[in-house]
């Protein structure tokens, strides 16, 4: 097909999908049993940008000598990255990372997320966990559907991957179909949801660094937490250069002051469905 008779074709097709849909990986940092804090962060891009994404993620896959990249393992600068890259120590390890965020910020569109202190969150009033049950991880995933549904052009579609944790993917695929149900932007742009293992995709294991340096830097902020990757986080959210592709750096922190403005504005909406509950004519 020509690309005057791709003009000329007025149904959808693979190549147009590949400039109008907003691909969108995920991944948690973080249980909340046992952390402070906890993140869900990733990136995105459209289609089109993925091949040379993958292409450069693993390259430097192979240099260093790994076939994935997981935050937990390589952040322990104590060990060696592998048999190839033997070096150890702080430094050693942030020069060895930062083409990872290098290759994020060149060949990507956005990075995002949100982090939630998990002591405030546990504190907001009980209608909070009406919503988002007893873990902040699926009040950070809705927040994050709604940052993305925001900046992504009318047009344009969404598509979300988020990695695939038994403990969370039924009730995000739950949270998904009501945020869908009530609010017209995300059931015009949001066309799809799935969920796999990050070794089987580059772009889940960006998002899993992403959203590790975004809780350790929550940490920081919130409890004075100190940790050593503090120049990967300021090279992932510098400002960005002509020669980078990336558009897009927003993390939100859901402290006291954002989670107890959000527990005033879901009150109502929590009174309604329980009169509703009650008293199903009302409807």
Known sequence: MSFFDLCLYDGPSEWL???TTMNMFFDESGKFKDHRVITFGGVASYAEHMSSFARQWEILLTHNGITELSAKKVFNH?????????????????????PFIECIRKELLVVTGMAIDVNVFKALPSHMFHF????PIFLAFARSILQVVDFTPANDKITFICDDDQQTAEHFLAL??????????????????????DDFLFALQAADLVSSLFRLESGRRWY????????LFNALTKTPKQSERIQVCELGFGDKKQLTELAKSLKPEYERMQKLQNDPNKQ
């Open 17 to 19: 999908m590949a400039y």
């Open 224 to 231: 004075k937490d100190k940790y050593n990757y503090r120049p």
């Open 132 to 135: 988002f049950k007893n873990d």
């Open 176 to 197: 998904y179909r009501r945020i869908k149900n009530v609010w017209p932007p995300a059931r015009e742009k949001v066309h799809a949801i799935c969920f796999a293992k």
């Open 78 to 98: 104590r060990r060696p990255l592998s048999e190839k890259n033997k070096d150890l120590g702080v430094r050693s390890r942030v020069k060895a990372l930062l």
